[in-house]
């Protein structure tokens, strides 16, 4: 059983497993990396996930299997009719269970009951699953492609849905 939530203000330890997981395991699907982050302490965490629950039109949601907490992904509402998801992951254990697209999906109806016209990510041009969950939605590349981070030959490749 699955269920996509969102992340409590309480649950900062929580926040910094799945981030610190997701960094850790899939290092060149984000521009962040594990060692820059996992240098913050607790606090930073605790902080970082109250921040986020009192903040308008943005979420952090979180997907559970058998109420064991297995993914997240971001999105935010940036006043402009223009919607971002981000740090879009799912622990390795569940892929092929349908987890990524109902996070997807999860985020996208957030993002459209904010009024966003157009949703705006990037994914890693090496990361085809993820590329072709996007595609499997309608999502499509604009041509903008940017350095994954300073230093790095991996392009962060930008897809952006409409809503119809």
């Known amino acids: 059983m699955t269920t996509i939530r969102k992340l409590r203000a309480e649950e900062g330890m929580l926040f910094k497993q799945l981030r610190l997981g997701a960094l850790k395991e899939s290092p060149d699907a984000f521009s962040p990396t594990w060692e820059d982050n996992s240098a913050h302490d607790d606090q930073y965490w605790l ?31 940036d006043g402009k009719l223009t919607g971002h998801i981000g740090a879009m992951w799912a622990d390795p254990r ?39 969950l996007y595609q499997s939605i309608g999502f499509t590349f604009t041509g903008t492609d ?19």
């Open 47 to 77: 902080k970082s996930a109250q921040k986020i629950a009192a903040t308008e039109n943005y979420e952090i949601f979180v997907a559970e299997y058998d109420d064991k907490p297995v993914g997240l992904v971001s999105g935010y509402a």
């Open 146 to 164: 940017v350095p994954l981070r300073e230093g790095s030959t991996l392009l962060n490749r930008e897809m952006t849905l409409t809503r119809t």
């Open 94 to 132: 569940i892929r092929g269970k349908g987890i990524g697209r109902q996070l997807l999906l999860h985020v996208v109806s957030y993002l459209w009951d904010r009024q966003c016209q157009l949703i705006e990510l990037t994914v890693t041009e090496t990361n085809q699953p993820a590329i072709d």
